[in-house]
């Protein structure tokens, strides 16, 4: 299934990505309340904002907005400035802060890491590929009507290779898990949305590290087996509507049950159309802190 495929009945096909089938895989309640729920009085879906995703929010936000332009113009306009204008959007409790301390402490985690890019650019100062979509996706199975979505933080392009080099951008403190299906789900989504091969991939935990953690790279076949297995669970579970919590009321649903039962706060509906919510009673362990 290549980048040229044409595209078939996509608005009736199940669409999956790294952090819907994560959602699935800890707890299928979860997904249920995260991709699939929506308020009966607004008719929106609902999701739940913290600190942790503010953070990774704005400051991907201002990283990824420098692969259009000139490699030369990128550091034009410091980093630090850029950052200072979009924390606009997340400051105080639209960005799940609930004190000016705690937020204070985010915004100044923000600007170490935009600092640290600044004096340790690597690949920023780079030649970079743009994926001409707004939201990358490929069929994962036109036959079952799957389809596997994602946005990639960074695709430096290998000249002497005509390659490309995943990069993706880590703003959590955690490592990413041995496993971890984001970058399979990566490398098929960059495989079958552009035309050069993928020679190599890392993460850059950018809170700690002026230097790439390179990865090795999956079986692509086997990247594409074991996603798809899971993305026909998901097709299954949503066509019997049948979702259940393994541990009958983890963390994770019982955040989002919260917000259904009325205990969280309204802040916003956001440019996709979800109400946005925060617990105002959260501590950082109660609250999701994925980055993608």
């Excluded at 699935?24 to 929506?38: D, G, H, R, S, T």
């Excluded at 609930?98 to 600044?118: P, V």
Aim: glycine share 6%.
């Amino acid at each position: 299934m290549g980048y040229n495929e044409v595209m078939k009945d996509k608005y009736s096909a199940v669409w999956v990505s790294y952090s819907s089938i994560s959602d699935f895989i800890v707890c299928p309640k979860a997904y249920y309340y995260k991709n699939i729920y929506k308020d009966p009085k607004t008719g929106h879906k609902i999701t739940v904002m913290s600190p942790p995703l503010a953070l990774g929010q704005i400051v991907h936000e201002v990283v990824e907005a420098l692969s259009v332009l000139p490699v030369d113009k990128r550091f034009a306009v410091s980093l630090l400035e850029k950052f200072n204008q979009a924390w606009g959007k997340v400051a105080g409790k639209n960005g799940g802060f609930l004190n000016k301390t705690i937020e204070g402490e985010y915004k100044k985690r923000g600007k170490e890491m935009l600092r640290r890019l600044e004096k340790n650019p690597g690949p920023l100062k780079k030649l970079a590929v743009k994926i001409q979509m707004d939201l990358p996706y490929y069929w994962l199975s036109e036959k079952d009507n799957i389809i596997l979505c994602g946005k990639i933080d960074w695709l430096e392009y290998i000249k002497t290779k005509d390659s490309v080099h995943i990069i993706d951008f880590k703003t959590g403190k955690k490592q990413e898990k041995e496993g971890s299906l984001q970058l399979p789900i990566y490398y098929l989504l960059v495989s079958n949305t552009q035309k050069r091969p993928v020679i190599k991939a890392s993460y850059w935990y950018i809170g700690q590290s002026n230097k790439l953690a390179v990865q090795k790279l999956p079986d692509i076949k086997k990247a594409e087996e074991k996603i798809f297995k899971i993305a026909k669970e998901i097709k299954l579970a949503r066509q019997l509507n049948r979702f259940k919590c393994p541990t009958d009321g983890c963390r994770e649903c019982k955040r989002m049950e919260k917000i259904i039962d009325g205990k969280g706060e309204f802040i916003r509906t956001d440019d996709f159309g979800r109400d946005i919510y925060i617990l105002p009673n959260a501590t950082e362990k109660d609250t999701d802190g994925k980055v993608l």
